[in-house]
Protein backbone atom coordinates (compact mmCIF):
# COMPACT_ATOMS: atom_id res chain seq x y z
CA UNK A 1 0.00 0.00 0.00
CA UNK A 2 2.61 1.88 1.02
CA UNK A 3 4.60 1.87 -2.56
CA UNK A 4 1.35 2.66 -3.88
CA UNK A 5 1.06 5.90 -2.35
CA UNK A 6 4.32 7.05 -3.23
CA UNK A 7 4.11 7.73 -6.97
CA UNK A 8 0.94 9.78 -6.17
CA UNK A 9 2.23 11.99 -3.00
CA UNK A 10 5.45 13.03 -5.43
CA UNK A 11 3.24 13.70 -8.28
CA UNK A 12 1.34 15.72 -6.14
CA UNK A 13 4.29 17.44 -4.43
CA UNK A 14 5.67 17.74 -8.13
CA UNK A 15 2.39 19.93 -9.24
CA UNK A 16 2.60 21.82 -6.18
CA UNK A 17 6.07 22.97 -6.21
CA UNK A 18 5.28 23.48 -10.53
CA UNK A 19 2.14 26.24 -9.29
CA UNK A 20 3.91 27.90 -7.07
CA UNK A 21 7.93 28.39 -9.13
CA UNK A 22 8.39 32.01 -10.00
CA UNK A 23 7.83 32.65 -13.79
CA UNK A 24 9.15 35.20 -15.83
CA UNK A 25 6.12 37.51 -15.44
CA UNK A 26 6.50 37.02 -11.59
CA UNK A 27 9.70 38.16 -11.79
CA UNK A 28 9.97 41.05 -14.28
CA UNK A 29 6.57 42.48 -12.61
CA UNK A 30 8.13 42.54 -9.40
CA UNK A 31 11.12 44.27 -10.43
CA UNK A 32 8.53 46.94 -12.46
CA UNK A 33 6.62 47.44 -9.41
CA UNK A 34 9.67 48.20 -7.13
CA UNK A 35 11.31 50.49 -9.61
CA UNK A 36 7.44 52.31 -10.06
CA UNK A 37 6.78 53.25 -6.42
CA UNK A 38 8.61 55.65 -4.33
CA UNK A 39 8.39 53.93 -1.14
CA UNK A 40 9.35 53.87 2.54
CA UNK A 41 9.99 50.30 3.22
CA UNK A 42 11.11 50.04 6.54
CA UNK A 43 10.30 52.15 10.62
CA UNK A 44 11.30 52.06 13.61
CA UNK A 45 8.59 51.13 16.13
CA UNK A 46 8.70 52.56 19.62
CA UNK A 47 7.44 49.98 22.42
CA UNK A 48 3.63 50.03 23.26
CA UNK A 49 2.81 53.58 24.30
CA UNK A 50 1.94 52.60 27.71
CA UNK A 51 5.25 51.65 28.09
CA UNK A 52 6.81 54.31 27.49
CA UNK A 53 7.21 57.45 30.28
CA UNK A 54 7.44 61.27 29.52
CA UNK A 55 4.22 63.32 29.56
CA UNK A 56 5.57 65.02 26.60
CA UNK A 57 6.08 62.21 24.27
CA UNK A 58 4.82 64.45 21.11
CA UNK A 59 7.31 66.77 21.29
CA UNK A 60 10.69 64.22 22.22
CA UNK A 61 9.44 61.39 19.34
CA UNK A 62 8.46 63.90 16.74
CA UNK A 63 12.48 65.56 17.01
CA UNK A 64 14.84 65.32 14.31
CA UNK A 65 17.85 64.46 16.56
CA UNK A 66 15.82 61.75 18.89
CA UNK A 67 17.95 58.62 18.83
CA UNK A 68 15.44 55.39 17.80
CA UNK A 69 18.39 52.95 16.79
CA UNK A 70 17.23 50.43 19.96
CA UNK A 71 13.67 50.67 18.49
CA UNK A 72 12.03 47.75 16.52
CA UNK A 73 12.64 48.06 12.76
CA UNK A 74 9.09 47.61 11.51
CA UNK A 75 8.57 46.67 7.84
CA UNK A 76 5.69 47.52 5.20
CA UNK A 77 2.64 45.19 5.90
CA UNK A 78 4.26 43.79 8.94
CA UNK A 79 2.01 43.20 12.01
CA UNK A 80 2.56 43.35 15.72
CA UNK A 81 0.62 43.42 18.40
CA UNK A 82 0.80 46.62 20.48
CA UNK A 83 -2.02 48.97 21.57
CA UNK A 84 -0.27 51.78 19.92
CA UNK A 85 3.33 53.11 19.19
CA UNK A 86 4.85 55.44 17.44
CA UNK A 87 6.62 55.14 14.00
CA UNK A 88 9.53 56.83 12.67
CA UNK A 89 11.63 57.09 9.67
CA UNK A 90 14.07 59.15 7.97
CA UNK A 91 14.09 59.62 4.02
CA UNK A 92 15.33 61.05 1.11
CA UNK A 93 13.74 62.06 -2.37
CA UNK A 94 16.62 61.46 -4.81
CA UNK A 95 16.75 64.75 -7.25
CA UNK A 96 16.79 62.82 -10.10
CA UNK A 97 14.62 59.66 -11.42
CA UNK A 98 14.79 57.86 -14.33
CA UNK A 99 16.54 60.71 -16.19
CA UNK A 100 13.90 63.01 -14.70
CA UNK A 101 13.77 66.03 -12.47
CA UNK A 102 11.84 65.36 -9.44
CA UNK A 103 9.82 68.43 -9.28
CA UNK A 104 6.12 69.76 -9.12
CA UNK A 105 3.61 68.70 -6.27
CA UNK A 106 4.60 65.64 -3.87
CA UNK A 107 1.75 64.13 -2.02
CA UNK A 108 2.79 61.27 0.94
CA UNK A 109 0.00 58.88 0.52
CA UNK A 110 -0.01 56.56 3.93
CA UNK A 111 -2.44 53.77 5.37
CA UNK A 112 -2.33 53.01 8.99
CA UNK A 113 -4.35 50.10 10.43
CA UNK A 114 -6.03 51.56 12.56
CA UNK A 115 -5.27 55.38 12.67
CA UNK A 116 -2.49 57.75 13.33
CA UNK A 117 -1.48 61.34 13.62
CA UNK A 118 1.24 62.44 11.51
CA UNK A 119 4.29 64.85 11.45
CA UNK A 120 7.35 65.75 9.20
CA UNK A 121 10.36 67.48 10.30
CA UNK A 122 8.75 68.26 13.44
CA UNK A 123 5.59 69.85 12.14
CA UNK A 124 1.91 68.18 12.86
CA UNK A 125 0.90 67.86 9.59
CA UNK A 126 -2.84 65.55 10.01
CA UNK A 127 -4.89 62.70 10.99
CA UNK A 128 -4.75 59.57 9.71
CA UNK A 129 -8.19 57.60 9.40
CA UNK A 130 -6.74 54.64 8.08
CA UNK A 131 -5.82 56.40 4.70
CA UNK A 132 -4.98 60.00 3.84
CA UNK A 133 -2.79 61.74 1.51
CA UNK A 134 -0.89 64.87 2.07
CA UNK A 135 0.37 67.65 0.40
CA UNK A 136 4.10 67.53 1.57
CA UNK A 137 5.26 69.89 -1.23
CA UNK A 138 6.59 72.78 0.58
CA UNK A 139 7.97 70.66 3.75
CA UNK A 140 9.89 67.77 1.68
CA UNK A 141 12.76 68.77 -0.96
CA UNK A 142 14.43 65.96 -3.47
CA UNK A 143 17.96 66.19 -2.53
CA UNK A 144 17.64 66.60 1.76
CA UNK A 145 16.45 63.83 4.21
CA UNK A 146 13.69 64.73 6.04
CA UNK A 147 11.91 62.93 9.40
CA UNK A 148 8.55 61.04 9.57
CA UNK A 149 6.88 60.66 12.75
CA UNK A 150 3.51 59.08 13.53
CA UNK A 151 1.51 58.21 16.57
CA UNK A 152 -0.19 54.81 15.33
CA UNK A 153 -3.23 53.86 17.09
CA UNK A 154 -4.65 50.41 17.05
CA UNK A 155 -8.16 49.64 18.10
CA UNK A 156 -8.14 46.16 18.06
CA UNK A 157 -6.06 43.36 16.36
CA UNK A 158 -2.40 43.90 14.54
CA UNK A 159 -1.07 47.38 13.99
CA UNK A 160 0.51 47.64 11.04
CA UNK A 161 1.83 50.24 7.88
CA UNK A 162 0.19 49.17 5.03
CA UNK A 163 1.59 51.58 2.74
CA UNK A 164 3.40 54.76 3.21
CA UNK A 165 4.18 56.14 -0.93
CA UNK A 166 4.72 59.26 -2.66
CA UNK A 167 2.93 60.60 -5.36
CA UNK A 168 5.54 63.03 -7.54
CA UNK A 169 3.90 65.33 -10.16
CA UNK A 170 6.83 65.04 -12.60
CA UNK A 171 6.80 61.67 -12.13
CA UNK A 172 3.19 60.64 -12.04
CA UNK A 173 2.46 59.83 -15.60
CA UNK A 174 5.78 58.00 -16.69
CA UNK A 175 5.04 55.76 -13.21
CA UNK A 176 2.01 55.03 -14.09
CA UNK A 177 2.41 53.67 -17.33
CA UNK A 178 4.86 51.62 -15.80
CA UNK A 179 2.56 50.01 -13.26
CA UNK A 180 -0.49 49.83 -15.25
CA UNK A 181 1.62 47.86 -17.95
CA UNK A 182 2.93 45.51 -14.86
CA UNK A 183 -0.97 44.77 -13.97
CA UNK A 184 -1.37 43.83 -17.37
CA UNK A 185 1.46 41.56 -17.79
CA UNK A 186 -0.14 39.66 -14.01
CA UNK A 187 -3.56 39.46 -15.82
CA UNK A 188 -2.38 38.00 -18.73
CA UNK A 189 -0.65 35.32 -16.41
CA UNK A 190 -3.54 34.69 -14.79
CA UNK A 191 -6.14 34.31 -17.17
CA UNK A 192 -3.55 31.80 -18.83
CA UNK A 193 -2.93 29.89 -15.70
CA UNK A 194 -4.14 26.62 -13.96
CA UNK A 195 -5.02 28.15 -10.63
CA UNK A 196 -7.43 26.86 -8.37
CA UNK A 197 -7.11 28.57 -5.44
CA UNK A 198 -8.64 31.64 -4.19
CA UNK A 199 -6.71 33.87 -1.21
CA UNK A 200 -7.13 37.12 0.62
CA UNK A 201 -4.57 38.83 3.15
CA UNK A 202 -5.11 36.49 5.53
CA UNK A 203 -5.79 32.92 3.74
CA UNK A 204 -5.27 30.80 1.01
CA UNK A 205 -8.11 27.93 -0.06
CA UNK A 206 -7.74 25.73 -2.94
CA UNK A 207 -10.78 23.57 -3.95
CA UNK A 208 -9.16 22.26 -6.52
CA UNK A 209 -11.81 22.53 -9.17
CA UNK A 210 -11.09 24.01 -12.82
CA UNK A 211 -14.56 25.07 -14.78
CA UNK A 212 -12.73 26.74 -17.18
CA UNK A 213 -14.20 25.91 -20.63
CA UNK A 214 -11.11 27.38 -22.62
CA UNK A 215 -9.19 25.35 -24.58
CA UNK A 216 -5.89 23.87 -22.53
CA UNK A 217 -3.74 23.54 -25.51
CA UNK A 218 -4.86 27.55 -26.09
CA UNK A 219 -3.65 28.94 -22.74
CA UNK A 220 -0.68 26.81 -22.78
CA UNK A 221 0.55 28.01 -26.10
CA UNK A 222 -0.25 31.83 -25.06
CA UNK A 223 1.51 31.85 -21.41
CA UNK A 224 4.32 30.49 -23.25
CA UNK A 225 4.31 33.39 -25.82
CA UNK A 226 3.78 35.69 -22.60
CA UNK A 227 6.38 34.44 -20.89
CA UNK A 228 9.03 34.19 -23.67
CA UNK A 229 8.19 38.03 -24.40
CA UNK A 230 8.41 39.59 -21.17
CA UNK A 231 12.27 38.82 -21.39
CA UNK A 232 12.42 41.37 -24.45
CA UNK A 233 11.75 44.32 -21.50
CA UNK A 234 15.27 46.25 -20.59
CA UNK A 235 14.97 46.43 -17.23
CA UNK A 236 18.81 47.67 -17.08
CA UNK A 237 18.08 50.70 -19.08
CA UNK A 238 14.85 51.42 -17.05
CA UNK A 239 17.71 51.55 -13.71
CA UNK A 240 20.05 53.51 -15.49
CA UNK A 241 17.94 56.10 -16.36
CA UNK A 242 17.94 55.37 -20.01
CA UNK A 243 14.15 55.81 -20.67
CA UNK A 244 14.09 55.67 -24.59
CA UNK A 245 15.96 52.71 -24.93
CA UNK A 246 13.84 50.93 -22.20
CA UNK A 247 10.34 52.53 -23.90
CA UNK A 248 11.73 50.90 -27.39
CA UNK A 249 11.83 47.80 -25.34
CA UNK A 250 8.35 47.83 -24.16
CA UNK A 251 6.98 48.59 -27.68
CA UNK A 252 8.69 45.60 -29.49
CA UNK A 253 7.50 43.37 -25.91
CA UNK A 254 4.08 44.50 -26.93
CA UNK A 255 4.40 43.85 -30.34
CA UNK A 256 4.90 40.06 -29.59
CA UNK A 257 1.77 40.36 -26.65
CA UNK A 258 -1.00 41.11 -29.17
CA UNK A 259 -1.83 37.37 -29.23
CA UNK A 260 -2.54 37.59 -25.12
CA UNK A 261 -4.14 40.87 -25.57
CA UNK A 262 -6.22 39.54 -27.96
CA UNK A 263 -6.94 37.23 -25.54
CA UNK A 264 -8.08 38.67 -22.53
CA UNK A 265 -9.87 41.34 -24.37
CA UNK A 266 -12.91 38.21 -24.15
CA UNK A 267 -12.94 38.67 -20.42
CA UNK A 268 -14.72 41.23 -18.33
CA UNK A 269 -12.89 41.75 -15.17
CA UNK A 270 -15.61 42.06 -12.06
CA UNK A 271 -14.08 44.15 -8.84
CA UNK A 272 -15.42 43.23 -5.74
CA UNK A 273 -14.02 45.25 -2.58
CA UNK A 274 -15.41 45.34 1.10
CA UNK A 275 -16.10 48.81 2.98
CA UNK A 276 -15.76 46.79 5.86
CA UNK A 277 -17.86 48.58 8.92
CA UNK A 278 -17.82 46.89 11.84
CA UNK A 279 -20.91 47.96 14.15
CA UNK A 280 -20.12 44.77 16.75
CA UNK A 281 -16.83 44.27 16.87
CA UNK A 282 -14.31 46.31 19.30
CA UNK A 283 -15.23 49.97 17.69
CA UNK A 284 -16.25 53.23 19.81
CA UNK A 285 -19.76 54.01 19.12
CA UNK A 286 -18.36 57.20 17.76
CA UNK A 287 -15.60 55.67 15.22
CA UNK A 288 -18.36 53.42 13.50
CA UNK A 289 -20.51 56.57 12.71
CA UNK A 290 -17.33 58.81 11.80
CA UNK A 291 -16.49 55.37 9.12
CA UNK A 292 -19.69 55.01 7.68
CA UNK A 293 -19.82 58.69 7.09
CA UNK A 294 -16.33 58.79 5.51
CA UNK A 295 -17.25 55.41 3.66
CA UNK A 296 -20.37 57.19 2.23
CA UNK A 297 -18.84 60.34 1.08
CA UNK A 298 -16.07 58.19 -0.68
CA UNK A 299 -18.81 56.04 -2.22
CA UNK A 300 -20.50 59.11 -3.50
CA UNK A 301 -17.65 60.50 -5.03
CA UNK A 302 -16.77 57.50 -6.67
CA UNK A 303 -20.12 57.06 -7.99
CA UNK A 304 -19.91 60.22 -10.04
CA UNK A 305 -16.43 59.01 -10.90
CA UNK A 306 -17.65 55.81 -12.16
CA UNK A 307 -21.34 55.79 -13.10
CA UNK A 308 -21.41 52.15 -13.16
CA UNK A 309 -19.79 51.77 -9.62
CA UNK A 310 -22.66 49.91 -7.75
CA UNK A 311 -22.45 49.66 -3.95
CA UNK A 312 -24.39 47.35 -1.40
CA UNK A 313 -25.51 48.62 1.96
CA UNK A 314 -27.24 45.81 4.20
CA UNK A 315 -27.68 47.72 7.64
CA UNK A 316 -30.78 50.48 7.85
CA UNK A 317 -29.12 51.67 11.08
CA UNK A 318 -26.63 53.40 9.22
CA UNK A 319 -28.51 55.28 7.11
CA UNK A 320 -30.60 56.09 10.39
CA UNK A 321 -26.94 57.48 11.65
CA UNK A 322 -26.31 60.11 8.86
CA UNK A 323 -29.87 61.46 8.58
CA UNK A 324 -30.06 62.68 12.11
CA UNK A 325 -26.39 63.33 12.22
CA UNK A 326 -25.49 64.51 8.77
CA UNK A 327 -28.65 65.23 7.18
CA UNK A 328 -27.07 67.24 3.87
CA UNK A 329 -24.92 63.60 3.58
CA UNK A 330 -27.85 61.32 3.43
CA UNK A 331 -29.72 63.69 1.40
CA UNK A 332 -27.39 63.10 -1.49
CA UNK A 333 -27.42 59.35 -0.29
CA UNK A 334 -31.10 59.27 -0.90
CA UNK A 335 -30.31 59.97 -4.58
CA UNK A 336 -28.69 56.46 -4.46
CA UNK A 337 -31.06 54.63 -1.90
CA UNK A 338 -32.22 52.25 -4.47
CA UNK A 339 -29.19 51.29 -5.91
CA UNK A 340 -27.40 50.72 -2.50
CA UNK A 341 -29.85 48.94 0.35
CA UNK A 342 -29.29 44.95 -0.01
CA UNK A 343 -32.03 44.25 2.38
CA UNK A 344 -34.13 45.94 5.12
CA UNK A 345 -32.49 44.23 8.52
CA UNK A 346 -32.01 46.96 10.83
CA UNK A 347 -28.65 46.11 11.55
CA UNK A 348 -26.54 42.81 10.05
CA UNK A 349 -24.98 40.26 12.09
CA UNK A 350 -22.47 38.17 10.99
CA UNK A 351 -20.05 36.22 13.46
CA UNK A 352 -19.68 38.70 15.69
CA UNK A 353 -19.42 41.59 12.78
CA UNK A 354 -21.77 43.76 10.46
CA UNK A 355 -20.90 44.71 6.84
Not at 104 to 109: A, E, L, S, Y
Not at 191 to 207: G, H, I, K, V
Request: aromatic letters at 10%; one cysteine or more.
Amino acid sequence: MLKGLIPIIFIGIANLALSQRKTEVDTVTSILDSLSTISIRTWKASPDIKCLTGEKAEEVFTKINFDDSKWETLRIGQRIYVDSCWLRTKFTLPEKMFGKDVSGRIIFKVTVDDLGYLWVNEKYIGYIQWSAEFDLTDIVKPGQEFLIAIKAINRAGPLRIIMAEFEVESLKDFLKEIKNFSLSLKVGQKLLSFDTYQANDMTRYDPGIDRSTIDKKERIKLNSILQSAVKEIDLNSLTLGDVEKFNISLEKTRAKLKPVSEFAKKFTLVFVSNAHIDAAWLWRSKETVEVCKNTFNSVINLMRKYPHLTYTQSSAVYYEWMRTLYPELFNKLYLHLREMLASSSYIRRSRGTNR
